[in-house]
């Protein structure tokens, strides 16, 4: 279990930052929430940049370029609907 963890951090990573940032969207603030997601999405994104395929593990899923571009279009349109979506009132 330990080797395994020390060789798919990245991936672990980011799962702990996603539900960080859903549990924040159900406890906390929604927009909050969703504004963590896009910056876990941008964290993925820049992992999956820096580190070699091998480093990455289960991070890399295709090929790098294919890999990088739904990373960056993912993090950046949940980036700017988390900050289109208004503010809750009650």
């Known amino acids: 279990m330990s080797s395994q963890f020390r060789t798919q951090w990245p991936l672990v990573s980011v799962y702990s930052g996603l539900l960080v940032s859903l549990a924040t ?7 909050v929430g969703a504004v963590l997601l896009a910056l876990t999405v941008l964290v993925a994104f820049c992992l999956r940049y820096f580190l070699s395929d091998s480093a ?18 993912l993090g950046i349109v ?13």
């Open 56 to 73: 990455a593990g289960l991070l890399r899923v295709r090929r790098r370029r294919v890999d990088l571009t739904i990373l960056a279009l």
């Open 25 to 31: 969207i159900v406890w906390v603030d929604f927009r």
């Open 78 to 90: 949940l980036l700017i609907l988390a900050l289109v979506v208004p503010h809750r009132t009650m």
